[in-house]
Every structure is written in structure tokens, then in C-alpha cells.
């Protein structure tokens, strides 16, 4: 077990922590900063730790997890977390709002798909005041590109005029999604997909995984870490199955003869079973996506290191050929189509069936 803490515990992106460190350290925290970058890579475990750095009792630009202020501070993460559970349990709209309370150490994030009006009223009315428990305040303001629009004006005025109390870090995964106004008072603090090595590192030292178990969990967490945290390799492999029959289906028909009635029999069970598997079905496709993006990659340079479904790269590289760019791309569009259908609410099973007669028609031309 590893016994490192303070900033030195955060995985990956040392740009940013180095970064963030240097403000601590030297004292001059901007008022407002912005957390950009992908999904899963730890912005928002990093503002936390500028936060307790920045009111940690102990000396140094750092934080110690221990002193009575660290430990005050993971409180009020806690009571903040009950907090917005129980107020998006709220039938009412309006009562979710009901009586905000804001800690010394706040997290804003979205109660239902925005951030409120109200939530961001609340930052304002308390920002300029004296915080209670803390040398400062820091409101860390979570999936900022969700901030209602009627909330946005409000904020930037804030932003305009900074309080001397209250620390600002925003948190999105793309800047541009921030209006202008809101970025440029912000100094910004860019993340990027953590690397493969990292993340191999850390699966190593957390899960039970097999090294090949690794090294796919690691692909297909594509730099982030909570996907490579939350990996299911059984739950990967049973939603991968049906496609792998599929792909096999097709890409032997390319090279049999007429006969292949069996196989498109096969090919068409073989949607059906994705489609019944409902809930996940945006998952489902995802996997579907990752194996002819893989293909794709494969024709495209057939000594590609860099694929997702590492597990199977000698099976892919038989299909790649046989399944060419044309029908592999027929297919990936096929794909678009029943996601469509899917968000749509429509029976994606429609989908899968236009895909499977489309994936049938491509290939006639090609044997005649
Ligand atoms: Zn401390």
C-alpha cells in the first residue's frame, strides 16, 4: 500500500498539478480557475486538493489529509454529497432549491441536468461574505457547461467582481463550452487523457486483473482512470460476444461460396441478442464501435499497435481482409443508424434488421 499523500497522490497529468502546486505554493491563486479536459482523468479530485491545500493548518503549499481542517473539509464533501441526493429525490421542482446551504468548501454541481439559477444566486449571496470555519472560501463548480442560462449573467458578474474570500474552480470537459466571458476570467488549467503506463500501473496495484485483462482495461479506458476503476472484464466480454459472432458471420461469407444462408441466419440472431440486452444498449454499441474502428484501423495499417480490443488482434487482422473498408464502413454506419433509432426511442431492433439485409446486399456486387 502506498502511503503517499498531498498532491504527490494524484495520477497522472503533471502539467496541471505542477501547475496548480506552483499557485499554492507562491500564494497567488487566481481567483477563478478553470479545470478543462476529458472525462474520468481527475479534475475534479484535483480541485478538491487545491481546496484543502489551500486551507489545510499545515505549512507548505500542500495538504496533509490529517489536521483538523483536512478532516473538517472531507466532512463537509460528505454532508454536501447527502445534500444534493436527497434534494434531487425531490419530486417538487421548485423545493429543490429550498434553503441552500454552502459550506466553506462547496461543490456546485447540476441537481437536475442544469446547475440552477437558484444554486448560482446562493454562490453570489454568500461569496463576498466572511466564511465560517475556514481561512477561505472555495466553491468548486462541477460540470460548469451545465449552468442554466438564466444563471450565466449572474455568475459572470461575480466573476467580474472577484470576492476576496472566495475562491472560484470551475470544472467542464471542454472550455469552449464555457461562453468566452466566463473563460477569459478564468485562468485556466488543461487535463489530458492520463497515460496508458499510468493507468496500467494503477490497475496493477488496485484490481485483481490478469495482464491481458490490464492491457485491455487499459485500452478501453482510453486515458481515463475511472473507466479503467469501474472496467468489468466479464461484462466487457458479454457484451462484445454477439458482435464478435457477427463479424465472424460476415467475414465469412465474404469467402464461402453461395450457400450461406446459415450465416446470415447466424449474423441476424446474433443482432437480436444485442438488442434484447436493452438497458445498456448504448454500451453495447459502443463495443460494437470500438471493434470496427479497430477494423478500420487494421486496413488502414495492418502493423496498428494501437487498437482497443487488444485481446483479439490476431482474429481482427484475419476478418480486416476479408470484410474490406467498404463493408466495414457500411456497417459502422449501420451503427449510426440503430444508435439513431435507439436515442429516438424507437425499437432498435429496426436497426440491427436494416443492417444485416444492407450488410447482405453490400456483399452480391462483390462476388458478382
Ligand atoms: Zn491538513
Known amino acids: 500500500m502506498s502511503l503517499t499523500v498531498g498532491f504527490d497522490s494524484f495520477l497522472g497529468n503533471p502539467q496541471a498539478v505542477t501547475a496548480v502546486r506552483e499557485m499554492v505554493a507562491s500564494g497567488r491563486v487566481p481567483g477563478a480557475l478553470l479545470f478543462s479536459g476529458p472525462e474520468g482523468v481527475g479534475k475534479k479530485t484535483l480541485a478538491v486538493m487545491v481546496a484543502k491545500a489551500l486551507v489545510c493548518g499545515r505549512e507548505g503549499g500542500?495538504?496533509?489529509?490529517?489536521?483538523?481542517?483536512?478532516?473538517?473539509?472531507?466532512?463537509?464533501?460528505?454532508?454536501a454529497r447527502e445534500d444534493l441526493a436527497r434534494r434531487r429525490d425531490i419530486k417538487e421542482s421548485a423545493r429543490r432549491v429550498e434553503g441552500l446551504i454552502y459550506f466553506d468548501l462547496q461543490i456546485i454541481e447540476p441537481i437536475t441536468k442544469f446547475i440552477l439559477a437558484d444554486q448560482i444566486r446562493q454562490l453570489r449571496a454568500i461569496a463576498y461574505t466572511r466564511p465560517f470555519e475556514f481561512p477561505r472560501r472555495v466553491f468548486i463548480v462541477d460540470e460548469a457547461q451545465t449552468i442554466h442560462w438564466q444563471a450565466i449573467d449572474l455568475l459572470l458578474k461575480v466573476l467580474e467582481e472577484p470576492p476576496e474570500t472566495t475562491t472560484f474552480i470551475l470544472v467542464c470537459p471542454n472550455a469552449?463550452?464555457?461562453?468566452?466571458?466566463?473563460?477569459?476570467?478564468?485562468?485556466?488549467?488543461?487535463?489530458?487523457?492520463?497515460?496508458?503506463?499510468?493507468?496500467?500501473?494503477?490497475?496493477?496495484?488496485?484490481?485483481?486483473?490478469?495482464?491481458?485483462?490490464?492491457?485491455?482495461?487499459?485500452?478501453?479506458?482510453?486515458?481515463?482512470?475511472?473507466?479503467?476503476?469501474?472496467f468489468d472484464p466479464a461484462e466487457y466480454e458479454r457484451r462484445r460476444q454477439p458482435w464478435v459472432e457477427y463479424l465472424d458471420a460476415v467475414a465469412d461469407r465474404g469467402t464461402t461460396a453461395a450457400g450461406s444462408g446459415g450465416n446470415l441466419r447466424q449474423a441476424f440472431e446474433s443482432a437480436r441478442a444485442l438488442a434484447e440486452i436493452r438497458g445498456d444498449l448504448e454500451a453495447t454499441l459502443g463495443v460494437g464501435y470500438s471493434l470496427l474502428s479497430d477494423l478500420m484501423r487494421l486496413l488502414v495499417n495492418p502493423a496498428a499497435e494501437t487498437v482497443v480490443n487488444v485481446d483479439l488482434t490476431s482474429r481482427m487482422r484475419n476478418w480486416a481482409p476479408k470484410l474490406g473498408l467498404d463493408k466495414v464502413s457500411k456497417l459502422k454506419s449501420g451503427l449510426d443508424e440503430a444508435y439513431r433509432l435507439q436515442i429516438r426511442n424507437v425499437n432498435p431492433q429496426l436497426g440491427f434488421e436494416t443492417l444485416a439485409i444492407d450488410v447482405n446486399s453490400l456483399h452480391k456486387p462483390h462476388s458478382a
Do not use: W
Request: hydrophobic fraction near 40%; include cysteine.
Open 62 to 79: 500542500d495538504f496533509c489529509g490529517e489536521c483538523a481542517r483536512c478532516r473538517k473539509a472531507g466532512q463537509m464533501l460528505n454532508a
Open 176 to 230: 469552449f463550452e464555457l461562453r468566452p466571458t466566463i473563460r477569459s476570467r478564468c485562468t485556466q488549467v488543461a487535463f489530458q487523457p492520463v497515460s496508458e503506463s499510468i493507468i496500467q500501473g494503477l490497475l496493477a496495484g488496485e484490481r485483481k486483473l490478469t495482464a491481458p485483462q490490464r492491457e485491455l482495461a487499459a485500452r478501453v479506458a482510453a486515458g481515463s482512470i475511472a473507466r479503467a476503476r469501474s
